[in-house]
């Protein structure tokens, strides 16, 4: 039973350059949530998404960040114009359902703008 | 605002020598508190998740408790591959995890 996948592992980008990052859910899972870590900072939330909606995008700075979950394929985070502070580890969870149900994480994408 | 404060920051133990993590916090109204493993480039990897207070769970070596307050993660007897840091989360408002910022576990052998 596959985990959370999420691809590309690692990105670079120069400052300037737009990047797209890809999350596939458990299976059976139609819930996703996007998480980032700040070097030497904890998981902070960004967005919770279901299936073509956007639930809560209350952790999402306003500008150059969007997230989508369309009715087939993988959610994708998109950082546009890049600067050097979106550097940082980002990872995607699923779950099953929203209330008290167990968020399972992946493998994360590491992000360095130049 | 949520707050979850986990200590210590970090803690070096011999193996065998068992001891506790803490995480403290403050919401309102709490729907689960979570604990995860995170090893160095790697995702969070679900422990255990705990409802209401006086739950106990455990795995292994691992032993989780939840008070009103705050929650422990007990380490029984460690082995050096017990090694990484431990993250707590709560779920209160909302559908997001807040978390600390992570207990760094070190056993020697």
């Known amino acids: 039973n596959a985990g959370v996948m999420q691809n590309p592992r690692h990105l670079v980008r120069r400052r300037g350059q737009e990047a797209r990052l890809r999350c596939s859910p458990m299976?059976?899972?139609?819930?996703v949530y996007w998480y980032r870590q700040l070097p030497e900072e904890g998981l902070k939330f960004m967005v919770y998404l279901q299936k073509e909606n956007i639930i809560d995008e209350s952790g999402m700075p306003k500008e150059r960040f969007s997230a989508e979950f369309p009715k087939e394929g993988p959610s994708i985070l998109r950082i546009q114009q890049v600067v050097r502070g979106d550097s940082a580890a980002y990872f995607c969870?699923?779950?099953?359902?929203?209330?008290?149900?167990?968020?399972?994480f992946g493998p994360g994408t590491r992000l360095l703008v130049l | 605002e949520d707050q979850v404060t986990q200590s210590p920051e970090a803690l070096r133990l011999q193996e065998g020598e068992s001891s506790s993590l803490n995480c403290s916090y403050t919401v309102s109204g709490l729907r689960g508190l979570f604990w995860y493993r995170q090893d160095p480039g790697k995702g969070p990897e679900f422990l255990f998740t705990l409802y209401s207070a006086g739950e106990e769970k455990e795995k292994e070596r691992l032993k989780a408790t939840l008070t009103k307050k705050e929650s422990f993660l007990h380490i029984t007897a460690p082995k050096p591959e017990d090694s990484a840091t431990y993250l707590c989360?709560?779920?209160?408002?909302?559908?997001?995890?807040?978390f600390g910022a992570g207990t760094t576990v070190t056993v020697r052998a």
């Open positions: 969870a699923s779950s099953p359902d929203s209330y008290q149900e167990t968020q399972y």
């Open positions: 299976k059976g899972h139609s819930h």
């Open positions: 989360a709560v779920q209160a408002s909302g559908y997001k995890l807040s």
